[in-house]
């Protein structure tokens, strides 16, 4: 790796990781049902109001040693992680879409996916106002193969019915799924939560990519779920929530979809 190619990666790892700072306020509010834009962030210990150098993505947290600068109370590792998890889809996503419009989407998209999934695992919901901010947002890749030359990647079909078909094919799929569930074990093992993200999902990467994002994350969720109950030896009701693996799916399948496919289908 070149030291120019190095540099963009930093650049755009610290834009990454500054949304992250953002999504922190955003996983951590809006289930507490609270503005995610006041007041502005404060030590949840004594209250005082966070200064510019405690709000350095990363940095703030290591130079800190993890305390607040007042009054000493240790802040959570989630924050940084986040942080640099962020940072590392930004990067994964730059790699693979490069300097095009793609790019901006993805990541958006990224950062939906990143609120799912720590607000699933903490509160085990996805909350109707993240589900509503996906779809409103959502129009984005319509208005791209509508638009846009050359097409949208994810889409298969044409560009007029392919949003519409990515909006409600993985949904009624997950739907189907839910009532499935019910009619069969008398409960769901899916909530509505994770039924109606995938009308999201479906929107950004399109019916064909929704469906291997499904996959992936029954694939992954299973093998969890064995692993949890046979080899740790813990109880069913004590697992993580699905979303966290509905997360991961969708991402494989927005950087290595294609390839996946490819050799699916070869």
Not at 155 to 170: D, S
Not at 207 to 235: D, E, M, N, Q, T
Request: with cysteine; glycine share 10%.
């Amino acid at each position: 790796m070149d030291f120019i190619t190095a540099y963009i990666y930093s650049i755009v790892f610290i834009l990454g990781a500054t949304i992250g700072s953002f999504l922190n306020v955003c996983i951590y509010r809006i289930p507490a049902g609270l503005s995610i834009v006041k007041p502005r962030s404060r030590c949840g210990s004594c209250e005082r109001r966070l200064t510019a150098r405690d709000l350095v993505p990363i940095l703030s947290w290591v130079l800190l040693k993890g305390k607040c600068r007042t009054c000493g109370s240790k802040i959570s590792i989630r924050y940084p992680l986040v942080e640099a998890l962020e940072g590392l889809l930004f990067v994964l996503v730059f790699i693979r879409f490069g300097l095009a419009m793609m790019t901006p989407i993805m990541w958006l998209f990224s950062a939906i996916m990143t609120v799912v999934f720590f607000i699933d695992l903490d509160h085990q919901i996805i909350p109707n106002k993240v589900v509503l901010f996906g779809l409103v947002v959502g129009i984005l890749p319509a208005l791209y193969a509508w638009f846009g030359e050359g097409g949208y990647p994810f889409y298969f079909t044409e560009r007029l019915f392919e949003p519409l078909l990515g909006l409600a094919v993985p949904f009624l799929l997950m739907l189907f799924m839910a009532l499935f569930s019910v009619v069969l074990f008398k409960r769901s093992g899916l909530g509505m939560g994770d039924v109606k993200i995938y009308a999201v999902i479906g929107l950004f990467l399109g019916w064909g990519y929704a469906l291997l994002s499904i996959w992936i994350a029954f694939f992954l969720g299973g093998l969890f779920g064995i692993v949890w109950i046979f080899v740790l030896k813990r109880p069913k009701e004590a697992m993580i929530p699905f979303a966290p693996f509905i997360v991961i799916g969708s991402m494989v399948a927005m950087l290595y979809g294609y390839d996946i496919l490819t050799v699916i289908y070869r």
